[in-house]
């Protein structure tokens, strides 16, 4: 049976579009299991019914016609349950609905099994058989497997609208994928897929034009793999119990099978390209011992796709791709990082989708920073499927329109339009100065980590610099910088600020930034070893950093030196002497330099509960929102299957600022914000509210916060906090900014359109 699932799921995969691969699904399982009908049939929700979309063993005139009732039937009772239903004698089940128009009357034994795809039902894939038949456990898992497969694709065909083009459907009115807004703003134009090295799954489809060359790549990869393979093998092979050296057997007996090279020629002769077919072949051969119940044999799954990750290195390696980018690029990919934003040329880069990720994410923030709508955790979104579509990207409501019909199309250009007019309008605000209706100063400071890429203008616009992220530059290296080249980079910032503050982070790797030369592999890496506390036991890469600020800063004096995840006060005053060490002994050396301002991050509950005792300790605070609300409502800022969970409306999450900020108050400790939240317009009304001294965010937030800052007093800004503070839930929160919002004729900074 495993052969024939093997078979079935790579015709499915090779199918081009969701009704073949239905057809030749139905056909596969009939032989299989030896049953007298298979049929699929998917959830028409608007209709409120289930569609025969496919069978063999029915009157195949009936595919498209038949539609069962929701709440009715076995199918219906499939759906409902979200549960198979295998019984012997459909006729006897209290739940049987007679349909004539498919002859399925005949038919007694039933096995219907769910196809689903996140908690959802999508349809049902049933099994019939003339005689009375109990299916066994291993058919239903045999449906199970297939089931899963489908789900995919058919999640897929339901938002291009190619499944509503099959059940003959309504026209939805959105068609869109889901996830959360990464930078607002709206975006038309045309997907490139970027993916990782190396990465599998997130090869996209390509169409190959030199099959013979494609295969020939094939072979050479599969040669130089297994001549790695040996070479390791000799290598470690004295010090491996015998099991484990049967291991590399294993992976050669694997790699070098007539079936991997075979299927994935195939899939080359029918026009992929050889990444794309390698991916097939190998998901393929993983899933089948995904879904052994033998642990080891299951172990064996991530064997095969780590020869998959071999075999592809190899493949790029002979033959690097060049990635070609149209003037109107929409990045789309699995986990989009920075290095692949950076590597699409300026200008050309108009929008950006990740199936990973959350608005919080370091990549939204690079969005943010470049002004590119931006939206992240678009979890269901088949990223290989997406290359070369025409997309609509809606980051006001985290939406992903692919194949957009002309009605939705025409709409998002009206609305791009009116957001052109909305920039020209906050454009105007250049140069204006921040302040509420009542004269109070608001200095909106900057975020940033790649100094370099910002326009003059956009740097002039900042009263400074609240968060340089000094891992940025840490991260594009392949070894720990050294204390002159870090003096170049911090040299660079102060002196293009100066004498505007200049506040520098001390490194603040872990949780979800790893260095390549540096790794840091936990099971929770954001409770883990992550910012100060790796300073503390790395004192000599503290040291170093804190060198190269002071150093630069020489005949400046614009630097300010912040300390990020801090739980304790301990380690502000360990820290605090190496700074203090550093700076003597640089006045030794007989460099001229002076002590900095020094603050620290307030990011973890901990620090909020102790502000007054560490205001005490430092000369100004910094409130990090994007780990403050992180921890206070322990949700991962990058896991999207918690990310609307993730609020930093929450009244929780506004009670501890407001806390922090009258502590710090308490001590006259001046008190910025740089967390995403400063850039976010639902949120200013609140922080002007609270008294926040300094707002500091990513470049492309500067004139949107502007703009309500100057729109609204500080004693309305108050009042409105005090309501906020008194709610109970994160959505009134928002329901009231919003409504602020529009009343203030601001509503178009916080949707499409103007
Ligand atoms: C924060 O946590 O709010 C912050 C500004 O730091 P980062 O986003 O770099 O973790
Ligand atoms: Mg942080």
Redesign the pocket.
Known sequence: MLDTLHSIVSAVNKAPGLQEALSLLVVGVKDAIACDVCSIYLLDENARANVLMATIGLDPDAVGKVRLPMGRGLVGLVTERAEPVNVADAGAHPRYFRVTDTGETRFRGFLGVPIIQNRRVLGVLVVRQLQTRKFQDEEVSFLFTLAAQLAGAITYARASGELNAMTGGEEPLHRFFSGQAGYAGVAIGTAVVAYPASDLESVPDRQAEDPDGECERVRRAVREVGKDLRTLQARVGEQLPSEDRALFDALLLMLESESLLQQTEEAIRSGLWAPAALRNTISSHAQIFDAMEDTYLRERASDVRDLGRRLLTHLEHDQPQEMSFPDDTILVGEDISAMQIAEVPPGQLVGIVSAAGSG?S?AA?LARAMGIPAVMGVSEMPVGRIQGRHLVVDAYRGRVYVDPTPAVCAEYRRLLEEERALGFEVEALRGLPSETTDGHQVPLYL?TGLVNEMRSEEQAEAEGVG?Y?TEVPFMVRDRFPGEETQIQNYRRVLENFAPRPVTLRTL?VG?D?DLPYFPVSEQNPFLGWRGVRISLQHPEIFLTQIRAMLRADIGLGNLQIML?MITSVGEVDELRILIERAHDELLEEGYPVSMPSLGV?I?VPSAVYQIEELSRRVDFVS??????TQYLLAVDRNNPRVADLYDELHPAVLRALNMAVEGARRFNRPVSL???MAGNPLATILLVGMGVDVLSMSVGSLLRVKWVVRSISRSRARHLLSVALRMEEASQVRQLMKKSLEEMGLGGLIRPGK
């Not at 409130?623 to 403050?628: A, K, T, V």
């Open positions: 919080s370091h923030i975020n968060l992220r603040d949780g930034k990020p991050m990011e409130i990090g929102s994007n780990d403050l740089c967390g995403e």
